[in-house]
């Protein structure tokens, strides 16, 4: 019995200083364990930080797009993408890709030959720009973040 005291005693003590240590450091363990178990703050008025999640992609490949200028392919446009999305929305956008490719040929097809005219070159960000904004109209608002361009290269 004794024995049982002494170690319910000495188990107090180091989570006392594991609580006092984690304190003395500046961290609130009690905020700790309410963010991850989902409650409201531990101070009253203390403002909720939402819990963000990493970002996750759906591969999307590459995209090639045929610059047609005079009836004739005069370019060839490679893009490799990837499409940031939020992580419960990866399966809808991952199903829908088909229409994606679709949408984004031919809207590549009309807008290349125009932005890379007189020796211009491919400007990355307004591209991932356009394609978002395309992705909004075939898909919804809300399923992509951003559309990344992580190579590209005119043949």
Same mark, same amino acid.
């Given at each position: 019995m004794v024995r049982l005291i002494f170690i319910v005693i000495a188990f107090l003590l180091v989570m006392g200083g594991l609580v006092?240590?984690?304190?003395?450091?500046?961290?609130?363990?009690?905020?700790?364990?309410?963010?991850?178990?989902?409650? !409201?703050?531990?101070?009253?008025?203390? &403002?909720?930080? #939402? $819990?963000?999640?990493?970002p996750s992609y759906v591969e999307y490949g590459l995209l090639s797009v045929?610059?047609?200028?005079?009836?004739?392919?005069?370019?060839?446009?490679?893009?490799?993408?990837?499409?940031?999305?939020p992580f419960e929305k990866r399966e809808i956008v991952a199903q829908n890709i088909p229409r994606l490719?679709? !949408?984004?040929?031919?809207?590549?097809? &009309?807008?290349? #030959? $125009?932005?890379?005219?007189n020796g211009r070159r491919l400007d990355p960000p307004t591209v991932s720009q356009r394609l978002l904004k395309l992705t909004e109209k075939t898909i919804g608002a809300g399923f992509?973040?951003?559309?990344?361009?992580d190579q590209s290269s005119i043949k």
């Open positions: 006092g240590g984690l304190y003395f450091w500046g961290i609130d363990p009690l905020e700790k364990f309410n963010v991850l178990i989902g409650n !409201a703050p531990s101070v009253p008025g203390a &403002e909720v930080k #939402p $819990i963000v999640s990493p045929p610059v047609i200028e005079e009836h004739e392919v005069r370019k060839q446009v490679e893009m490799i993408l990837r499409l940031e999305v490719q679709s !949408a984004y040929l031919q809207d590549m097809m &009309e807008y290349l #030959p $125009i932005h890379l005219r992509v973040k951003a559309v990344l361009i």
